[in-house]
Each structure stands twice: as C-alpha cells, then as structure tokens.
C-alpha cells in the first residue's frame, strides 16, 4: 500500500460515501472527485479532464440528440396507440406487450425517453382496464433496463465500460456483442415477471378524480375583499391571505370579469377570490379582518374544470433544474405563467401545507392547476413530465423519414465497422441538423449535461484506479480471497458486488470503479477480460432492488404510489435470478 494508493481510495471512498448519501447530486460528486485527483496530484490536468474528450462521453451526448429527434419526429406514437388497444383487451397481453415494446424500443433509444413517452400511456390504459396503475409501472421501467443491455447503445453504462476498456487499451465493445446474453437476460425478466414479479406487485388503486387521488380533503369557498381588508393595494403573493393564511387563490373576479391570477397581482376592494384551504385555516379565514365569506364545499377536480382550467399531474424528471430547490426559489408560479402547485407527493407523503418551502427530488409528484395556455407551456418545460394527459405527439412526415433512415445508419455504420460508434453517432447528430430534423438549439437542450459531467469525472476514477496502482491492489486481495475457485467464481463475485452496489449508487459510477479493477484481475490470472468486463456492464445496468438504483425506477416510484419495499420485494428475487443466470451463461457467450 504505496501513498499514492491510499490517496487514491481515500478519495474513492469519500465519493462512494457522497453517491450513496445524495447529499451532492452524482454529477458534483463526480467532478469533485475529478478535481480532487488533480489537486492531491494523482492525476495531472491533462489525465483528469481526459473525461470530457473520451469517445464513451462524447458518444452519450450524441445519442441524447439522436434519441430527441427520433421522439420529436412523432415516429413513436403509433406505439402507444398499439399499446392502448392491446391493453383493453386483457392485462396479461398488456403486461407481456408493454415489456417487449419498452425493452425492444430501450435497445436503441434512450431508456429515460422510453419511459417518459410510455409512462401517461400505461397510466391511461390502466384506468381504462380497470388496473391499477402500480401493476403496469413497475414492468414498464424493469422492461426498459432489460432492453438496454441488449446493444452498445441501449444505456450509458455499456457505452461507459467499453470506454474505459479502450482506454486501457483493450479492444472497444461491438455493437451488439451484447446482444446474445442480453436477450436470456430479457426474456427471463419477462417470463419472472408474467409468472412471478406480477403476483409481487402491489394494488394501489388511483382515482380518475385527481383532487382525490392527492388526498385533497380542502375546501374551496368564495370571499370578499372588503375595503378595510390589509389585503386591499397589496400584490398577491405578499398579502396576509397567502403569507399568514398559506392559502391558494383559485381565481380572482372584479367587476364582473375573470383576472388571470399571478404573484405580482395588486389585489382590490370588493374583488371576488375563490380560494382553496383547510378546515383549520377555513377557521381562520373567518376571523381575518375585512373578509366577507360566501359558501364554502369540498374541493374537487371538477372545481378547475369549471374555470377553464385543468388538474394535471407531473413528476420531476432525474437530473430535472428543479431537484433540490423549492417552488419559493424557482418562483414556480411566475416561471410557468400562473399555474400553481396545489400538492405534492413525495415518496409516500402527500404534502398540503408551506409547499413553497419544500425541496423538490427526482420522482416527486405534483398537482398542478393550469388553464389551457399554461397547460401548453407545462407541456414544454423539460423538468417535468405531465403524466395525466395522453395527447399524442403528431407525426411529422417531413422528418419521420430522414430521422428512421439517420438512426438506423449510425447504428450500421458502426455495425459493419466503416467508423466507430463515437464517430458515427456524431454524423447523425451533424445529418440530422443539416436535414432539419433537429434545431441546434434543440441539440443543446437534448444533451443530459449532468449526465456528461458526471460520466467525464467519474472516468478520472478509472484512471486513477490503475495509474496509482489500486486497481491491481484491489484484484489481488480478490483473487486471494475467491482466485482458489477459478474465474468463474470470481466472474459471479464481480455481477454481484456490481448489481448489489448499483442499487444503492450511480450505475455509472459503480462500473466506473468496478471496470478497470475487473480488467487487472482478469489479467493477474491470465484469462480474457471480456468476461469480466460484460459481467459489470450487465450488472451495473439490471438494477430492480431500489427506486433510485436507476433513473426510470426513480421516475416511476410517485406514479404508480409505491414504497422502497415494492422494489425489494419485486426486485431481489429477480436480481438472485440474474446472478445464477449471469454465473452460467457469462462463461459461454464470452469464453475464459
């Protein structure tokens, strides 16, 4: 154990502590740690930002334009029309459907894009069938990480560990070399979930009425602002009724006509609010000076309807602007044009009360009223992801075509090896602007930035791993422990240290360590790395135990009103499954 080395795992160790407590987001953990092993001088300027121009990096961020286009082009909604109507006629048909789409379309597209596309689809067609919608989602996001292993391109992670195995001078992984095992993989989740998962998966029913499905036990009543009320001359969201009372204005009619409500509204005698609140705060309300009530009933969706406005559920996608900051400081309201967050639902709370002090994480749910303009504009914003409606995105002919022959040319460029994926990925991102399936802008606003940096300085633990010689290190002390029993018991250590630490950390981040620390070992006793590296590219991605050991798990744990137990509970015999199977057939499809 040089100096060096200890350094190195100090830092290492720091960050795994980092990843695993979320107390940084993954991606300034990352460039932290990259910084970190500059500064202590572990790696010069020139290794550590090496990241940013590594082809694993530069490949994802050309996908995520690729995968944009393909789903800006309409081209994918003639999939959730053809998921809608196998789910009417039976769950069973439409749990089988609904994996296959999503794992075959997740082979090539982006998972998180699979899901977000699919996600209002199976939320509607389990109303329609009478399903609860915890029955569907769970399949749906486990189907999408099941079809990512199946391609290079299917998920960042593969793209990631052929990357470092490049890097270290090995030879890049093909396109659909993993395919072959990919595949058992896929359709023993399947057969696991149609016989087994589904038995697992919990019954939580959700109420087509949306005020009810967020609890929504408030009352809304209509109140009078009398001259002498202190509200009387004051903008909005600095009265009494919103800063003491906490209350939400519906709607704000004076002299007979309808004013669109926003924060900075200056409030007038006699004008007619129609707020929702509580019974104790309806309490209040009646005692609050120059306020005159009228009647006052239960709140419900209809309430909105009524108004020309709409109840729309949307959920804070991963990596979204919004995680970890509160509607106070995103001036959500003004920041969307008036519509307003009535609740949230975070893990399994449903919050009412002092929402603009909440802190927003992946995965939150929110009750948003909006009228139609600002339901357009919500539609839009990439943060979120309205789950409630299923409009369909039209098709746009123009672009379906050169965006299908695009795609399915970058995948056979690097297929039949005329360039690499890195390469060829950038051509269709290039082709795909010039033919005008895609504005630049568009481009830059595709790009996962988080993700980019995140993979850029979780590749500087790699390098750090084996420059300082911790990797070698690390390989022994296993080899010592398991070598005795031959590869194949270490190939079955490596998928279960992978897919045990993926389920608690960054995916990317697990295979980033755990990749260049399989390369030495395979190495020390002298057989193919192929083996090894495959096992913790499957493994980093099969992740089933916990909704944050992946993006889509996390997006879907709000939706379908789940608890961290569904996924054990679902998810751990499917894992114990897949280390078998990866132990058996990880040997025959990639030979010691």
């Not at 929504?216 to 600095?238: A, Q, R």
């Not at 006052?296 to 991963?318: C, G, H, Q, W």
């Not at 194949?488 to 240290?497: G, M, Q, T």
């Amino acid at each position: 154990m040089t100096l060096e080395i200890a350094i190195a795992l100090g830092i290492i160790a720091l960050a795994v502590i980092l990843f695993v407590s979320e107390r940084l987001s993954i991606d300034t953990v990352a460039i932290l740690t990259m910084v970190l092993f500059m500064v202590t001088g572990i790696l010069t300027p020139a290794e550590g930002f090496a990241g940013f121009s590594n082809s694993a990096t530069l490949t994802v961020a050309a996908m995520f334009a690729i995968s944009s286009a393909i789903f800006k082009s309409g081209v994918l909604s003639s999939v959730g029309i053809a998921l809608t109507r196998i789910g009417r006629k039976n769950y069973l048909l439409c749990l089988l459907s609904l994996m296959l789409i999503s794992g075959g379309l997740s082979a090539f597209i982006n998972d998180t894009a699979v899901v977000a596309l699919l996600m209002p689809v199976v939320i509607q067609v389990s109303q329609d069938i009478k399903v609860s919608p915890s029955k569907l989602l769970i399949p749906l996001s486990f189907g999408a990480l099941m079809g990512g292993i199946c391609t290079l391109i299917g998920t960042s992670t593969n793209i990631l560990v052929s990357g470092i195995a490049e890097a270290q001078g090995e030879e890049s992984l093909e396109m659909f070399e993993f395919t072959p095992a990919g595949i058992w993989f896929l359709l023993t989740g399947i057969l696991y979930m149609f016989f087994i998962g589904r038995h697992l998966l919990p019954n939580r029913g959700v109420s087509e009425d949306l005020s009810e499905s967020f609890d929504m036990g408030d009352y809304i009543t209509e109140i009078i602002l009398l001259p002498d009320s202190p509200s009387v001359d004051v903008p909005l969201h600095k009265s009494g009724l919103v800063q003491n009372l906490d209350v939400e204005v519906m709607q704000v009619t004076r002299n007979n006509e309808r004013i669109q409500v926003f924060p900075s509204l200056i409030l007038h005698a006699n004008d007619i609010l129609k707020v929702r609140c509580s019974v104790d705060k309806l309490k209040l309300l009646k005692e609050e000076k120059g306020i005159l009530l009228k009647s006052e009933r239960k709140f419900r969706d209809r309430d909105y309807r009524m108004n020309d406005s709409k109840l729309y559920e949307a959920i804070v996608t991963p990596n979204s602007y919004l995680e970890g900051k509160s509607l106070k400081t995103l001036d959500f309201r003004s920041y969307n044009y008036g519509a307003s967050v009535l609740a949230i639902r975070h893990r399994n709370e449903i919050i009412h009360e002092k929402l603009a002090h909440v802190k927003l994480s992946a995965g939150d749910v929110l009750l948003i009223a909006a009228d139609k303009f600002q339901g357009e504009k919500l539609k839009q914003n990439d943060d979120i992801l309205i789950i409630s409606q299923t409009e369909r995105s039209s098709y746009n002919y123009g672009k379906i075509i050169p965006v299908i022959i695009i795609s399915v040319g970058v995948v056979m460029a690097a297929v039949l090896d005329l360039m690499p994926i890195v390469l060829s990925a950038m051509v269709g991102v290039v082709l795909l602007i010039l033919f005008k399936c895609i504005r630049i802008a568009e481009v830059y606003k595709a790009i996962d930035w988080k993700v980019i940096f995140m993979l850029a300085g979780v590749l500087s633990m790699g390098a750090a791993l084996e420059k300082t010689g911790a990797a070698k290190l690390l390989a022994d002390y296993l080899i010592y422990g398991v070598g005795e029993y031959g590869p194949h018991a270490l190939l079955s250590v490596f998928f279960f240290i992978t897919f045990m630490s993926t389920n608690f950390m960054s995916n990317n981040a697990t295979a980033a360590l755990l990749a260049p620390i399989a390369i030495v070992t395979a190495k020390e006793l002298g057989v193919s790395v192929k083996p090894f590296l495959m096992a913790v590219a499957y493994a980093a991605s099969l992740s089933f135990m916990t909704p944050m050991g992946y993006q889509t798990n996390t997006m879907i744990y709000g939706p379908g009103n789940y608890r961290f137990s569904d996924y054990l509970k679902v998810g751990t015999p499917l894992n114990i499954i897949y280390w078998i199977l990866a132990s058996l057939i990880l040997p025959l499809f990639f030979p010691f």
